[in-house]
């Protein structure tokens, strides 16, 4: 059941859901924001923060691309592509310059919604990128003839600090990272702003943090805590937008859909288009 204050849903926290306004129409697209989801340590969200908000930015007319940069290829199965039977993948985009990266595209089922996919071809990236002249530039240098065909390019990081967390964090224009409402997925998240104070002092000058996405919240004294932790951390930074943890998130994965399509009217799909109309208010993407 949703919360009802006024007529208006509300979320956890007793806010309107309406708080950010409803897009306006694009008549034109591109060029693209390209956000890192991003965060070092696993389960927290970010696969998932990946497709639902990358779902409701394609309902909301942005043409979008989920850049799946796990070798677990989750974010590909998510959209319901068999990672084992794809031949060309993120991995063929980074290492074939010979290879038009539009064939590396596909498109779901959901308009306005495209993948480049990933699986464990990826894993072997991160020694192959060692010898690569300009290593650290290889996913911006793949990505650079889609810009202008997309209004969000979103990488799906995988949860550790190496060549290709830098490389998104080179090709990206700025963060998003997906924190957990509990304590320990406030640990780390210290060094991954030094990583990303790194990369932006001697690769990516113009690299922002958007801002931290509270995932996985729950009504209980802990979450509540880690809250009060979080906006002291991340002052400014931490989006109003909170998603709470949901049975039902598990439900979208297994239809292969983002939550937003699935159960549009579920409180979850409520809160992440509540975060994509927030990305969309505060600028980050047009």
Not at 33 to 50: E, F, L, P, R, Y
Not at 187 to 203: E, H, P
Request: glycine share 6%; hydrophobic share 45%; charged share 20%.
């Amino acid at each position: 059941m949703l919360a009802n204050l006024g007529g208006m849903p509300t979320d956890l926290l007793g806010r309107e859901y309406q708080t950010f306004p409803a897009p306006r129409k694009l008549e034109s697209h591109g060029p693209a924001t390209i956000i890192a989801m991003c965060n070092q340590k696993g389960g927290v969200g970010k696969t998932t923060s990946s497709i639902n908000i990358a779902g409701a930015l394609s309902q909301y007319g942005r043409r979008t691309l989920i850049v799946d940069f796990d070798p677990q290829g989750a974010a590909t199965v998510g959209l319901g592509i068999n990672a084992n039977d794809v031949d060309k993948t993120v991995y063929t985009a980074l290492f074939d310059t010979s290879m038009d990266v539009h064939d590396v595209v596909m498109h779901t089922r959901f308009p306005d919604l495209d993948i480049i996919p990933a699986n464990i071809d990826l894993s072997a990236a991160e020694v192959q990128l060692v010898t690569e002249v300009g290593r650290e530039q290889c996913l911006a240098s793949a990505l650079r003839p889609l810009r202008d065909e997309y209004d969000c390019i979103i990488i799906d990081c995988q949860p550790s600090l190496g060549l290709l967390t830098v490389n998104a964090l080179t090709a990206a224009d700025g963060v998003i990272i997906p924190v957990a409402a509990e304590y320990f997925a406030l640990r780390g998240v210290a060094l991954l702003m030094q990583s990303i104070d790194k990369v932006k002092s001697r690769i990516n000058p113009g690299l922002k943090v958007y801002g931290v996405l509270v995932t996985m919240y729950t009504h209980t004294l802990h979450s509540e805590e880690v809250m009060q932790r979080i906006y002291e951390a991340f002052r400014g930074k931490v989006f109003h937008s909170v998603i709470s943890r949901s049975i039902k998130l598990p439900d979208a994965t297994v239809a292969a859909a983002p939550i937003t399509m699935y159960a549009p009217q579920h409180r979850t799909a409520l809160e992440y288009r509540e975060a994509t109309r927030e990305i969309i208010a505060r600028g980050i993407v047009a």
